[in-house]
């Protein structure tokens, strides 16, 4: 019987600060065992924990796409326990992965569909590996077009940003980098909140266009209202949770909004089928 | 009228008596406080939903006010349900729940303008594990009714630190709903003799007797926190046993961890525990939890004359240092 | 189905018997209380128990199961790699436990055990288990039982129900598991048959289906508690989560974790990792929703701040998310452990019926 308490043993590879301020710091982690590779086959949205033997272990959304093989990627805030001793590591040490965990995002759906990608702060991670993947030259035909807003409080709290400097430069997809502030003089991207940038940039709503929102609570409170207004459908809405999580498979019981599990049922749910639950996130 | 339940055996027809004129006195006041806007809440205890069980209940009009009542059930410490309110509130306070109300006032967790207390004589708590007992009788028996109402109370019946109580009357109230019991006058030999003889047994005890004695108490203990939870004293935003960083204690079901839980948790009360015994009536697997605390309840007698909550006027000893303290215990 | 009666004179010589080729867990008096627990050779379950305070759910779900040991010795083969801790996973019989705390395993089966993930600890101790079932002739007064799909005589759960008969033991044989056990204590012959050559045990005959019927429909008749969970079905998870009684019920609630431990059915748990020096181990906990400590983010943020929002979390999960998830009425077998031991008398019985009844 497979046991899906037990973690792959991963030896970290890389370790990057990902902001200014260093409270991120990426991860790249590759397999002990190469076969272990191939058993965490996951998709863009899926999270996994990350097992610290002696310290326990977080759920964190996998931040590397699908499409990028021989490694798999994290991005880190250091929050509690567990992240402030990651946070210590040093590439060579060797830990745990257990996953993949949760669903993903709708990618069956979402073929031939627009997507407008919404992203906050420090929760762009799975959205990274979101547009990674549909990047990908045999992925980027089966979808529509696709617009991204990304914000973050200062330019130097912008997550991945040699990426998105390429990304902002290409034409199969529309980047919108907005930072709350700056007073960088040459800062040449969009200067306000996400969900005032979105009321501008984002495509007309219709049925052939989906919105992907991943931010902290705040974000996605305001830009509900302005997605409303736009008049997308709250089936036409995507949005991933996040909760306090220990099993990852369902079984804890600790995560659940309504009889929904966020680790197994989520992260990702539409708002449609949030208006059902109760806001216990 | 006034009984004193510890000299003389009651049966329950006579308590009933005290019981339905306390209840009809705290329904009155409780009416009175709400209509007269002197407060927003009344906090006491309403029927359980089994015989011999109570509940305690938020009032918060006056027409409700008849759900309340008053017995010898009447366990948990109400001072419990008052930490960190922030309107107005009315609690029914026997002795020691009035003793804890001192506590929180002392402690800055609660005002004294916010708190209008209807003080309760009290007879003394019956035992829960006695109650548990009765309440073994199979279902279908119409006649345990019956025989409750015919259930004498005397000493024996009484929980264990009401048998010892020190304070029965509230040591501060706005108003009384009987005239006060009679309290027995202790001298402080009596005191450390009879108050404290379960601790005094365990003092007695040679040291690995007394380490198999407390591992052998808390080996069905399931870290439940049902005494910490119902003691007004435990109000720590984070306890010590739900830190993680640093986490001091284990959370599996090691005998370190629960030792660690119990003793640790006796010497945060050590100066403030009133020997309520909400602690041990919580408590669902029987532990004498009490048998902790009220080593240090004795400690402070006996080093500093203190006992917790018999006074707004006085710092507890913990908190304060006088160049008389009893300084032996510094080696 | 098979019922054969047993002499309780030759009872506790096959209990024995069966030792070796299971090993045993009963009910047994634990200072105060009865607990179940694996008995110690020699040792007898307590067939004349009343109800063991705690339940037995700890034998397939401890309160503390440590799943992976490791080493932080960088100097250590396979350091910082989990390895399994040692099982044992051969046959065991749990005799004595009640028909409802039987069946309040087939309810944790539906989380631990299901299309998408298998917990093994929980799997293996529950396939490696046999229950033999003692029938409940007087259910206590905290006893609703049958208002929870199960009852005193519920053999649904269970390998063979046991039924107190006078001098005997009537064993209702369900499965090929419980014949198993049955054999292994010499209560059949060598071939699993019933012909008499048992001293002591006999084929039960026609009446004695009456016999049990009898003595089942005394039995629930002596229940008198009911609950009805049948219009939570049909309200929305949002009427009854925002209806306005919760801070009322949840008022005199301590948020402690009794109800939740000595419940059958409670299966949230924790993992938490414990080292000793460079030794470490992993374990899965019993947790309670009922401790801010269960939902709080490492940000600080609880989904569940106040403790009304705990207690609500608690019946909400067992009396409508869960019979919304898994369409097999409650997360509750109406053992009335939680009624009899909460501190402050928080009563599901009265809960229940209030979400099921009130606006």
Redesign the interface.
């Known amino acids: 019987?497979?046991?899906?308490?037990?973690?792959y043993?991963v030896r970290i590879d890389d370790i990057q600060i990902a902001t200014e301020d260093k409270s991120l710091r990426t991860f790249k982690f590759v397999f002990?065992d190469p076969e272990d590779e191939e058993r965490f086959a996951y998709k863009s949205g899926q999270f996994a924990e990350l097992?610290?033997?002696?310290?326990?272990?977080?759920p964190i959304g996998i931040a590397s796409s699908p499409t990028e093989k021989g490694f798999v990627m994290f991005t880190v805030f250091r929050?509690?326990?567990v992240?402030?001793y990651l946070h210590e590591m040093k590439v060579g040490?060797?830990?745990?992965i257990r996953g993949p965990l949760g669903n993903w995002y709708p990618w069956d759906k979402l073929e031939g569909k627009n997507i407008l990608i919404i992203g906050g702060g420090f929760a762009f991670t799975t959205l990274r590996s979101s547009i990674k993947m549909v990047l990908d030259p045999p992925n980027r035909k089966k979808f529509g077009k696709i617009d991204v807003v990304y914000g973050a409080r200062t330019p130097g709290m912008l997550l991945y940003k040699e990426e998105l400097m390429e990304w902002e430069k290409r034409d199969d997809i529309n980047i919108h980098i907005t930072v709350d502030s700056t007073n960088d003089p040459n800062w040449k991207y969009h200067t306000g909140f996400v969900p005032t940038i979105t009321e501008k940039v984002a495509p007309p709503a219709d049925n052939d266009t989906y919105a992907i929102i991943c931010g902290p609570?705040i974000m996605i409170k305001f830009t509900q209202p302005v997605l409303d207004k736009l008049g997308y459908e709250h089936d036409h809405i995507i949005m991933s949770l996040?909760?306090?999580m220990?099993?990852g498979?369902?079984?804890?019981?600790?995560?659940?909004?309504?009889?929904e599990l966020v680790c197994?049922d989520g992260p990702v749910f539409t708002l449609e089928q949030l208006n059902?639950?109760?806001?216990?996130? | 009228m006034t009984m004193n339940i510890n000299q003389s055996d009651i049966n329950k027809k006579q308590i009933d008596i005290i019981n339905q004129q306390y209840t009809e006195k705290i329904r009155e006041s409780a009416k009175k406080v709400l209509l007269e806007k002197k407060v927003d809440v009344v906090i006491g205890f309403k029927n359980g939903t089994e015989p011999m069980t109570t509940e305690p209940c938020l009032i918060n009009k006056a027409s409700d006010a008849d759900k309340l009542i008053w017995n010898e059930h009447c366990r948990l410490n109400l001072a419990n349900y008052v930490k960190g309110r922030k309107d107005k509130a009315a609690v029914v306070a026997k002795g020691c729940d009035s003793r804890n109300l001192v506590n929180h006032i002392i402690e800055h967790q609660i005002k004294r303008e916010n708190l209008y207390i209807i003080g309760v004589p009290c007879n003394g708590m019956v035992d829960k594990s006695l109650n548990l007992k009765e309440l073994k009788v199979e279902a279908e028996s119409d006649t345990m009714q019956e025989n409750l109402d015919l259930f004498p109370i005397n000493r024996d019946m009484l929980q264990d630190n009401c048998k010892t109580c020190i304070k029965r009357n509230p040591v501060i109230f706005d108003e009384m709903i009987a005239e006060p019991v009679k309290e027995r006058e202790w001298t402080k030999e009596e005191k450390l003799k009879e108050s404290f003889e379960s601790v005094n047994k365990i003092e007695a005890m040679a040291e690995s007797d007394r380490w198999s004695f407390f591992n052998d108490m808390l080996s069905s203990c399931t870290r439940c926190y049902a005494c910490r939870n119902a003691c007004p004293l435990c109000y720590c935003p984070t306890c010590f046993v739900d830190e993680s960083r640093p986490q001091w204690v284990g959370k599996g079901t090691d005998l370190i961890d629960v030792r660690t839980y119990h003793f640790l948790r006796a010497f945060h009360c050590a100066g403030r525990c009133t020997d309520c015994g909400a602690c041990e009536a919580a408590c669902p697997m029987n532990i004498k939890v009490r048998l902790f605390t009220k080593k240090l309840d004795k400690e402070c007698f006996e080093n500093f004359g203190w006992e917790a909550g018999m006074s707004l006027d006085e710092r507890p000893p913990l908190d304060v240092y006088k160049v008389n303290d009893n300084a032996n215990f510094i080696r | 189905m098979k019922i054969i009666k047993i002499d309780k004179k030759i009872w506790s010589d096959g209990v024995e018997k069966s030792r070796d080729s299971y090993r045993l867990i009963g009910p047994v008096k634990d200072r105060e209380f009865h607990q179940f627990r694996e008995l110690a050779k020699g040792e007898q379950p307590d067939m004349n128990y009343k109800n063991s305070r705690l339940s037995p759910k700890s034998i397939a779900f401890p309160q503390s199961e440590t799943m992976f040991i490791y080493d932080l010795d960088e100097k250590a083969e396979e350091h910082h790699i989990m390895q399994d801790a040692e099982k044992d996973y051969s046959p065991r019989a749990v005799i004595g436990i009640r028909p409802y705390d039987a069946k309040a395993f087939k309810i944790l089966d539906l989380n631990f055990n299901n299309s998408d993930y298998q917990d093994p600890y929980w799997v293996n101790a529950y396939n490696c288990t046999t229950f033999i079932s003692l029938a409940v002739n007087s259910p206590d007064k905290f006893d609703f039982s049958t208002s929870c799909a199960t009852g005193p005589f519920d053999d649904s759960a269970v390998d063979v129900l046991l039924v107190d008969y006078n001098d005997s033991y009537l064993a209702k044989i369900m499965t090929d598991k419980g014949l198993a056990w049955l054999n292994a204590a010499g209560f059949t012959t060598k071939n699993g048959e019933i012909d008499g050559a048992v001293t002591g045990v006999s084929e039960a005959g026609e009446d004695i289906y009456e016999i049990i019927e009898k003595l089942k429909a005394d039995a629930e008749s002596k229940i008198r508690s009911k609950i009805s969970f049948d219009k939570i079905k049909e309200k929305s998870i949002l009427d009854i989560f925002n209806a306005p009684f919760w801070e009322d019920i949840a008022f005199a609630c301590l948020n402690c974790g009794t109800c939740t431990y000595s419940c059958p059915t409670c299966w949230c748990f924790d993992i938490q990792d414990e080292t000793n020096g460079r030794k470490g181990i992993r374990q899965k906990n019993w947790d309670s929703c009922m401790t801010p400590l269960f939902t709080v983010h490492a940000t600080g943020h609880n989904p569940r701040h106040n403790d009304w929002e705990r207690t609500r979390q608690r019946f909400m999960h067992k009396l409508k998310y869960f019979q919304d998830k898994y369409n097999q009425g409650i997360m509750c077998v109406g053992c009335g452990r939680c009624v009899e031991q909460c501190p402050a008398n928080i009563d599901i019985r009265n809960i229940c019926n209030q979400m099921n009844n009130g606006e």
């Open positions: 019987m497979h046991n899906p308490y037990k973690p043993p002990l097992s610290i033997p002696g310290q326990g272990e977080i929050t509690g326990k992240t402030s040490d060797i830990m745990g609570p996040e909760n306090r220990k099993c498979i369902g079984m804890c019981g600790r995560c659940n909004i309504g009889k197994k059902k639950t109760p806001r216990e996130y």
